[in-house]
């Protein structure tokens, strides 16, 4: 039975991963449930302060996550427009290509700003505010999921060493 936790919560990891990249997808949450699936194994690896630590580096990276792109847009002098551009262009490109997630968040915030009444370099400048958000959401969750990901590659492998 251990061996299929350890499976499942490798599955969780992988798919923490692509949720750093496709919105809607809680990534950091997907690979804390590997940790919590190994608690299940014969070793019970973590103590409870390492399961409620992670725990809250998980939702404080997640809510994190949601706010640094509208910070970005705001700080770049992005208005409601461009933050809302920034969403449908992250939507629209979820399906269109992988440079289409990267490149959607900056086209909507720059459109949505020329359609709010910004000029074209404001307009421009809020564009960049949005896309280097959500590329710092992106690096922020694939930190914690790498270092998630370490604590749990060490633990499964003492597993299979005993």
């Known amino acids: 039975m251990d061996t299929v936790l350890i499976i499942v919560g490798l599955l969780f990891i992988l798919a923490g991963i692509v949720g750093c990249i496709i919105p ?9 449930v590997s940790l919590i699936l190994l608690e299940f194994t014969e070793n019970e690896p ?5 399961m409620v630590s992670w725990a809250i ?18 700080k770049f002098g992005g208005s409601k427009y461009g933050m809302w551009g920034s969403i449908i262009g992250l939507i629209i490109g ?3 290509s992988p440079l289409g997630i ?25 564009g960049l505010g949005s896309f280097l958000g959500f590329v710092a959401g ?11 990901a370490y604590y749990y590659v060490m633990e499964s492998w003492q597993f299979f060493m005993e």
């Open 24 to 32: 809607g997808i809680p990534g950091p949450p997907l690979a804390y």
């Open 46 to 50: 973590f103590s409870f302060t390492f």
């Open 57 to 74: 580096i998980v939702v404080g990276v997640t809510a994190l996550d949601y706010y640094v792109p509208v910070w970005g847009t705001k």
């Open 94 to 96: 979820l399906f269109t």
């Open 102 to 126: 990267i490149i959607g968040p900056f086209l909507g915030a720059y459109i949505g700003e020329l359609i709010g009444g910004m000029r074209n370099k404001e307009a421009l400048k809020a």
């Open 138 to 148: 992106i690096i922020m969750k694939l930190a914690v999921i790498v270092t998630i």
